[in-house]
């Protein structure tokens, strides 16, 4: 078995992102709002932000309190969206209720919406020409291709069909020539189409849900899944102990899919910037 070493892929994405704004002298600018004070999120924050200033990108924190009104948060987009030396914006979920995070969304300039959330970047990921992927399901291709995992022709079964992983995560599987599964929590038989996957994706968010005897022999096994243990440690959704006797490729939680999120969304801020400088 091939352990799939996230860290150090992502940490090659990074020096990528920061080499090509060394040569070209550029500062690309994110900023990053945040509502409320989830400690989740305040972490996710700050991880982002010092990853911008490891590759060279400015970050800016709009921390909002969680009494902000849906017309304030709009009126703040639109700020960022008028802004011309900020390339891209991203408002960290979820949002505190009784804010929807649609109107949000839909609202940031899809040339600065790194994280692929607004529709038209979504239709545009479905059909052709997208500018942006969405930062986890990239990761995830990027550490297909550093593997030389081929996808052409083979059997892709996907765990999860949320607008962040999975869905998108089909997406960019079929550009890649494989031939996609969806699955979810009403499909039937599950177990027995995930055994007939040569590339299994899970983005359940169950710990230890994907059993070796859901992984066929020599699978290369893609685990998006995060959940804190009674313990307090990570887990991924899949059974690592057991499983790795089985696949081919697996990747790790921590270590693996994590780091490659915040890796391209680097990626996709030097992508914003290009695409207000055309
Ligand atoms: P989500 O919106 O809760 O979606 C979970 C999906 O799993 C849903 O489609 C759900 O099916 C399906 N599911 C739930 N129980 C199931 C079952 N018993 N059998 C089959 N399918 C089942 O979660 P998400 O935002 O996609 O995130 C998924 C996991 O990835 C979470 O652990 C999250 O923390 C992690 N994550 C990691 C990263 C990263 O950077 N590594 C980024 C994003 C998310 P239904 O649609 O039928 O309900």
Redesign the pocket.
Known sequence: MTLIEGKTVSAAVKERVKKEIERRGIEPCLAVILVGDDPASQIYVGNKQKACAAVGIRSLKYKLPKETTQEELLALVDRLNANENVHGILCQLPLPKPLDKRPVLSRIDPKKDVDCFHPYNVGKLWSSGAAFLPC?PA?VIELLNYYNIDCAGKRCVI????N???KPMAALMLKKDATVTI?????AN?PAVCAEADILIS????AR?VTADMVKPGAAVID????RLPDGKLSG?VDFEKVKEKAGYLTPVPGG??P??IAMLMQNTLTAYDLQHT
């Open positions: 986890t990761g765990l999860g069909r949320s962040i992983v999975g699955c979810h929590s009403k499909t599950l983005a359940v968010g169950i849900f998006v899944g995060i959940s959704d899919c994590g490659m999120t």
